[in-house]
């Protein structure tokens, strides 16, 4: 009886641990879910913020400052070494002997361009300009020359000039005479160098001519300007005396001319460096030119540090390892982008404009004319077009495709006039000086492909084991590029899916012994191999048959390969022998499905309405197809007559001119915003919702935000991000420029001051070294660690279309490949000490003339493979956190309200979370606020400050648009969500990024162990208590059988 | 005669599978009727508390047709089993239904004059019903696994 008793206990035990059991684990699954609102309601705390330098998310590199000084430094040294290119080296000119005395001519030669710092230019105290460069590496300098160029010349001085952006007066250096810093906006461009006839005038002694010693080497430097807002105009250069030379203001002028003449007369050899961002037109000085030098070197634009690097190329201390990053030309209207350039306006295009008839702007007449770069007219400026006709045939890749059809392929009539500036008929070797990817080296080597690898899946990559054997006798570092040619099949011809016949992939250094060979690996993601077919597949298409890889120096070497490979030899044409071999490797059929989707989002058109004819609904514009050289020819759009009011697609056009992308929709009410108690703070922010932006704390969190800051501070932002009053976050501040941190850090200990805006976009483009690009982003990275910022306009990766382009300085190649890869380099660099480094100005910003409106219009294979592509590494495969965007349209939307490049390509197709700001709101009839929302836009840069809401106007209107008010955007759930979405991502990438630099740590509040207790005991007790429970039960049933 | 020999534990024990068939009722009419669980399933919810009435069931059934060694090992285990199971359907549907409570109560001024509509209000009130009865039901059980489905014979 007694034993029965105990069967039930045990028995009944058993059942109530079990359940226990259950109930303690899966309410402590359940609970951590609700651990902050738990957290709320006890005042536990579960989790800890570290927040000493250890525990740090992300780290300094750099115990002290001046270590991080020095670092920086270093890359910029780098830079110069890597990226100074040798074009031409003859009669044993370079590298240059500490024997021979060096005279230096050329207003660049002692005030290299920029001559001023700021946001180009860092201006530490200890920067290196060239004259301190060479004499630092123990180069004699003539004084005779130095001295009338420096107190004669020159005399620099400083004056008070107006801030561009303030008007606030400031002291600046200035110069008696000097180059022209800024082109302007398409106006006449003076090239100013003071001429041998006025030397005398200007200081120099009679005699001078006799300081001269002779064997003396003539190192001449010429400069060309740039800026924002300025757009070189072909044929409108000025001599020094200021009149007009129809000249091109990129070509070497009479006047300089003169320099070098006079270099050539007074010393024994004679060096031209090139010291520009925009592509210079060296015909007079290259081999066979009225003007001929010894050498010519690219030393792009440099910054405090460069020219140590650049003397020691011209010394020969360290090999010449830089390559050109865009195509030198005898003419640059040999380009067929210049044709179709600067833009032109519709026949009518004032039908677009409305006198007091929009809605939004009822009573305003709005204007469709142009405004400047900086806004301040009333107009849609939506007026204004380019059609780049030129398709993807930008640079090298429309000069060597023509070069390889005139002996590959007679019948596309390659050998035509279309085209030709230096004779009847086109040849490649009258139109292009010097090839993109040439560069000299001062050691000879070859270089070949020792191992391929195409993982052509999705996500796979192409590896290149390039093996480069240095045949000099000194140990040096040397350059591999990889380049491909995909085929061009009957399927491309029939689709116009346009292929080069040479296309860069990507490249690296490796340092070889003398007489040794090393590896250099490269890979680059298959997916930028495959070509984008807008007409038949609507998608990505490898074509089947045989892909040829090649190691060249240079463009015009890989093709020269590919054609030998192919049986052709100079006697067919070629103008040089091939000097490497080629790879194959096949792709057995055609395959259009393995990169038609991307990150999970299917690939297909996004952007037909960026093709003029799909707007004008006929054949307007043909566009450049290599299976026609001479009948695709672009011709100038300018010059012919587009009219909007001929359009079937008349109304949608206009509508879509006035910046009508999305109209603010009534009858579906927006939720209001929902406190669940979350905040954006370390507390709440932990690993797994910095991994993963679907965790459901970042949708929650952002429908904190109301509808006033939602939507507030997506179209009110810029200098900083906003203060959403419910979640507590923290306001960011966003900074300048492309060379880096323009801010200074004060060293109280030292008293003395850093800047680390050291680096030059030109140079890390020419060094054609993604490695150094990474080591730079680093470096850029450390440096905002080190100054407590954080979110940075930090590169810019436009595609160089033209050499025209006032901003080329800012960005890196003609080529999107050698962007993409370089920009790949900086932002991983940031990324990995989480500095938001969003690259400049994504989506065609081709030209500054009329940034803020004109259309560009072209072919959705060229939207995808030239300027979006450049963007593509940086966003997407080094997960980068941020972007700016362009000012100009995309076809006739504005780039800043294009839905699908932003939603589709960006965020889709490429995965990319982070920001996504506009370019200078600076006209309010351009942008438009509910548009860029539904885009996709986190922050329109309107230079709002903190706070912003949209009822902060007159009467509740929102003080920029006041058509929107808080009611009427409160009856618009879809562009409230998308706001909150934008926001998220926002939010999203300030907790990837520094600006949440602590690391959090879980610890166990009294009821996680009350609960792991709970759930400890109920288990031993269940299992105690069954068996109990059984060993009783059989107990109780072998006696009652007794 | 068994059925005389129907002791408290079996009482209890057939109590708690008709509270958990409530429970399951009140939950079904939750997610059939209007509002704000409509069609909210929660998943294995009424497969894991019929599991458990089940379990109980033949537990008694089994007790009442056999009375030896092994009934009593099984209809033990069944027994404990059945409220742990049915502690596990508790816990998913305390899951599936506390962000819904939390919004309907407990939300701000604004949004509980939207949210708190009789509908939704029936809605909730319904789904905690049932989690009260499936409660008990559960509780019922194990006390019910403390006494002897049958009576000791005379």
Known sequence: ?1042 | MRMKKLSVGACLTCLAAVLAIVALIAYASNIGGEGYYKDAAVNGFPWMVIGGVLCLAVAVGLYLYKDNKGVELVTGILRIGAPALMAVALMNLIAGRVDGLGYIYFSNADVAREVQTAANLGSAQTAIWSMALLGVAILVAVVAAFFRLRKKDA
């Open chain 1, 1 to 1042: 009886m007694k034993s029965q008793k105990w069967t039930g206990l045990f028995r009944g035990l058993a059942a109530l641990m079990a359940c226990l059991y259950v109930l303690a684990t899966l309410g402590a699954g359940m609970t951590d879910s609700y651990r902050n609102q738990i957290d709320g309601m006890l005042g536990t705390n579960s989790y800890v913020t570290v927040n000493d330098e250890e525990a740090a998310r992300f780290k300094k590199d750099y115990a002290t400052i001046e270590e991080m000084a020095a670092a920086a430094k270093d890359i910029a040294v780098r830079e110069g070494e890597e990226g100074t290119v040798v074009m031409k080296n003859d009669n044993g000119a370079l590298p240059l002997s500490k024997d021979s005395e060096v005279v230096l001519f050329g207003l660049a030669a002692y005030a290299p361009y920029p001559y001023t710092s700021g946001d180009l230019k860092a201006g530490n105290a200890d920067a290196v300009d060239l004259v301190a460069a060479l004499e630092n590496a123990g180069v004699k300098l003539n004084e005779t020359v130095k001295n009338f160029y420096l107190n004669g010349i020159l005399n620099k001085h400083t004056e008070m000039v107006p801030n561009r952006w303030t008007g606030e007066l400031q002291e600046t250096v200035a110069y008696d005479n000097i180059y022209v810093a800024a082109p302007g906006d398409m106006a006449q461009y003076q090239v100013v160098e003071v001429p041998v006839s006025m030397f005398e005038e200007k200081g120099a002694p009679a005699d001078w001519k006799a300081s001269i010693q002779p064997g003396s080497v003539g190192i001449v430097v010429f400069a060309r300007g740039a800026g924002e807002g300025n757009t070189y105009a072909p044929g409108s250069a000025l001599n020094f005396a200021g009149e007009a030379t129809g000249k091109d203001p990129l070509a070497l002028s009479d006047d300089e001319l003169s320099i070098v003449d006079v270099a050539k007369e007074t010393c024994d050899k004679v060096i031209v460096l090139i010291n520009s961002g925009n592509t210079m037109v060296l015909k007079d000085i290259a081999k066979g030119g009225a003007h001929e030098v010894d050498a010519i070197c690219y030393i792009g634009v440099i910054n405090d540090y460069q020219l140590t690097g650049t003397a020691k190329v011209l010394l020969g201390e360290v090999n010449a390892t830089g390559a050109l990053p865009d195509t030198y030309l005898a003419d640059n209207a040999a380009n067929p982008a210049v044709v179709n350039f600067g833009g032109e306006y519709y026949a009518d295009y004032e039908i677009v404009g409305q006198e007091g008839t929009d809605p939004r702007y009822p009573g305003e007449t709005i204007g469709n004319t142009k405004a400047s770069s900086f806004g301040g007219a009333t107009t849609y400026n939506g007026g204004h077009y380019i059609v780049e006709a030129e398709g993807i045939y930008v640079g090298y890749k429309y000069f060597e495709t023509r070069y390889y059809d005139a002996i590959m392929n007679p019948g596309y009539k390659a050998v035509s006039a279309p085209g030709a500036t230096q004779g009847e008929t086109w040849n490649y070797g009258a139109e292009v000086l010097y090839p993109f990817g040439h560069g000299l080296s001062y050691l000879d080597y070859t270089q070949k492909i020792k191992s391929l690898n195409v993982d052509n899946s999705e996500n796979g990559e192409i590896t290149a084991v390039v093996e480069i054997k240095n045949n000099g006798d000194k140990e040096g570092l040397f350059l591999a590029q990889l380049y491909v040619q995909q085929p061009y099949t009957d399927y491309d011809r029939q689709n116009l899916v346009e292929k080069s016949a040479v296309t860069f992939l990507s490249s690296g250094k490796v340092k070889v012994a003398a007489g040794g060979t090393a590896d250099v690996t490269i890979t680059v993601p298959t997916k930028y191999l495959a070509s984008y077919d807008y007409k038949q597949a609507k998608t990505y298409i490898l074509d089947e048959g045989d892909y040829l890889f090649t190691a060249a120096a240079g463009s015009h070497e890989a093709v020269n390969n590919f054609l030998a490979h192919q049986g052709k030899t100079v006697a067919d044409g070629m103008d040089a022998e091939a000097k490497g071999e080629v790879t194959v490797w096949n792709l057995a059929s055609f395959d259009k499905t393995t990169f038609a989707q991307a990150n999970g989002t299917a690939i297909t058109n996004v952007a037909d309405d960026a093709d003029l004819n799909y707007w004008t609904g006929k054949d307007t514009v043909t566009y450049l197809s290599r299976q026609d050289w001479e009948g695709t020819y672009p011709i100038n759009y300018n010059q012919v007559e587009i009219k909007i009011g001929d359009s079937p697609k008349k109304d949608a056009w206009i509508a879509e001119l006035r910046n009508q992308t999305y109209a603010i929709q009534s009858g579906n009410p927006a939720a209001e915003a929902v406190d669940k108690g979350l905040r954006f703070d370390a507390a709440n922010i932990h690993d797994e919702q910095i991994a993963d932006i679907g965790d459901a704390y970042w949708d929650d969190l952002v429908h904190e935000i109301s509808i006033d800051e939602a939507v507030g501070a997506v179209i009110h932002g810029g200098s900083t991000s906003d203060t959403l009053s419910t979640i507590e976050n923290p306001i960011v501040y966003q900074n300048e420029g492309v060379s880096g941190f323009t801010s200074a850090y004060n060293d109280e200990a030292s008293g003395k001051t850093y800047k680390f805006n050291i680096h030059s976009q030109t140079l890390i483009g020419s060094s054609f070294n993604p490695q150094l690009a990474y080591e730079w982003g680093l470096v850029e990275g450390n440096s905002g660690l080190w100054l407590n910022r954080y979110d940075l306009w930090g590169t810019g990766l436009t595609q160089r279309r033209t050499p025209y382009n006032g901003r080329n300085y800012e960005y890196i190649s003609e080529h999107p490949m050698l962007t993409n890869r370089i920009g790949y380099g900086i932002l991983k660099g940031c990324t990995e000490k989480g500095i938001m480094n969003g690259p400049k100005h994504m989506g065609f910003n081709d030209q500054e003339h009329n940034r803020g409106g004109v259309s560009a219009y072209m072919t959705e294979q060229k939207f995808r493979e030239t300027d979006l592509r450049g963007f593509q590494g940086g966003l997407s495969d080094a997960d980068g956190m941020a972007v700016m965007i362009a000012f100009n349209r995309i076809g006739a939307t504005n780039a800043a309200q294009h839905p699908t490049m932003i939603n589709k390509i960006v965020r889709g197709e490429w995965g990319f979370t982070g920001l996504i700001s506009t370019d200078m709101m600076n006209n309010k009839y351009y942008f438009n606020a509910e548009s860029m929302v539904m885009a996709g836009i986190t922050q329109v840069a309107d230079f709002a400050q903190n706070d912003s809401h949209i009822n902060q106007g007159d009467s509740g209107n929102d003080k920029t648009w006041g058509y929107i008010t808080l009611d009427k955007v409160k009856d618009d759930a879809t562009l409230v969500e998308k706001a909150r979405e934008n926001l998220k991502y926002q939010l999203y990438t300030f907790a990837r990024s520094a600006v949440l630099n602590v690391r959090t740590e879980r610890v166990a509040t009294w009821w996680d162990n009350a609960l792991s207790t709970l759930k400890t005991v109920s288990l031993v007790l269940a299992i105690v208590s069954a068996v109990a429970w059984i060993a009783t039960a059989l107990m109780n049933k072998k006696k009652e059988r007794a």
